[in-house]
């Protein structure tokens, strides 16, 4: 199924005019709303804003650590808060880095290729915003280019840049399809991502191993349920 994505800046209540309201016997919109690039290609980090310094970021660790009733002082946890800062370092990198600036190579010698390139089991890596906690599993892309292609290792990276700041599943999806379908224009975009929670398999209902799957077709892959299901095909392969 199509992964539903709600508009990232909904209007307020009071925005909304009476001939918006539909009345109640009127089938809701079922089309996915769309991202706007400007809320996505970029980094995510402006300098221009203002963020807490690195000892303030540490002392925030230093407060969780007293809340859950340990001793920030002991010995095992005198350098947690400075572990813990370099650790989100790494983990949200992507805030930092620029989506469009990976897709931006592009090469046209493809000897009049015009079937779609599939990249399967790209592994990832990221964290669920609603509670911090991991979620991990393989991307897989595909696209039909028009005239020129992107080096393959481009799509792995693009997933790392989305997969490395918080997010949700059906986020992560859209986004990665709508960056390859706004900056390289290709006839169509396939993405399907499977994952495991740990916020569902080590908390709350505690059902390790539980997938959770998504997808997102654009052009072609949407139009066409055929090569919807040769990809679906190819991301299966015969083993699976």
Same mark, same amino acid.
């Given at each position: 199924?199509?992964?539903?994505?709600?508009?990232?800046?909904?209007?307020?209540? +009071?925005?909304?005019? /009476?001939?918006? $309201?539909?009345? /109640? *016997?009127?089938?809701?919109?079922?089309? +996915?709303?769309?991202? *706007?690039?400007?809320?996505?290609?970029?980094?995510?980090?402006?300098?221009?804003?203002?963020? !807490?310094?690195?000892?303030?970021?540490?002392?925030?660790?230093?407060?969780?650590?007293?809340?859950?009733?340990?001793? /920030?002082?002991?010995?095992? &946890?005198?350098?947690?808060?400075?572990?813990? $800062?370099?650790?989100?370092?790494? &983990?949200?990198? @992507?805030?930092?880095?620029?989506?469009?600036? $990976?897709?931006?190579?592009?090469?046209?010698?493809?000897? @009049?290729?015009?079937?779609?390139?599939? $990249?399967?089991?790209?592994?990832?890596?990221?964290?669920?915003? #609603? #509670?911090?906690?991991?979620?991990?599993?393989?991307?897989?892309?595909?696209?039909?280019?028009?005239?020129?292609?992107?080096?393959?290792?481009? &799509?792995?990276?693009?997933?790392?840049?989305?997969?490395?700041?918080?997010?949700?599943?059906? #986020?992560?999806?859209?986004?990665?399809?709508?960056?390859?379908?706004?900056?390289?224009? !290709?006839?169509?975009?396939?993405? &399907?991502?499977?994952?495991? #929670?740990?916020?569902?398999?080590?908390?709350?209902?505690?059902?390790? @191993?539980?997938?959770?799957?998504?997808? %997102?077709?654009?052009?072609?892959?949407? *139009?066409?349920?055929?090569?919807?299901?040769?990809?679906?095909?190819?991301? %299966?392969?015969?083993?699976?």
């Amino acid at each position: 199924m199509d992964a539903l994505i709600k508009s990232l800046r909904p209007g307020k209540p +009071s925005e909304i005019r /009476p001939s918006e $309201v539909k009345s /109640p *016997d009127v089938a809701p919109e079922t089309r +996915s709303a769309e991202l *706007d690039p400007a809320e996505f290609l970029a980094a995510a980090v402006r300098a221009d804003l203002p963020r !807490p310094s690195r000892a303030e970021a540490e002392q925030a660790v230093h407060t969780l650590l007293s809340y859950i009733g340990e001793n /920030p002082g002991r010995e095992g &946890l005198l350098d947690t808060p400075r572990r813990v $800062v370099e650790a989100f370092d790494e &983990l949200y990198q @992507g805030y930092h880095q620029c989506p469009a600036e $990976v897709l931006d190579r592009t090469f046209g010698e493809t000897a @009049g290729y015009d079937d779609f390139v599939l $990249v399967r089991d790209i592994e990832f890596t990221s964290q669920c915003e #609603h #509670h911090m906690m991991p979620f991990y599993g393989r991307a897989h892309i595909a696209y039909t280019p028009v005239e020129r292609v992107v080096g393959l290792s481009k &799509l792995a990276r693009l997933t790392d840049i989305f997969a490395r700041r918080l997010q949700t599943q059906e #986020h992560l999806t859209a986004q990665i399809a709508a960056a390859i379908d706004e900056v390289l224009k !290709p006839r169509g975009v396939a993405v &399907l991502i499977e994952a495991e #929670h740990t916020c569902m398999s080590v908390r709350g209902v505690a059902k390790h @191993g539980a997938m959770t799957f998504t997808s %997102r077709f654009t052009g072609m892959f949407r *139009d066409n349920p055929a090569e919807q299901q040769r990809f679906l095909s190819l991301v %299966r392969g015969p083993n699976r």
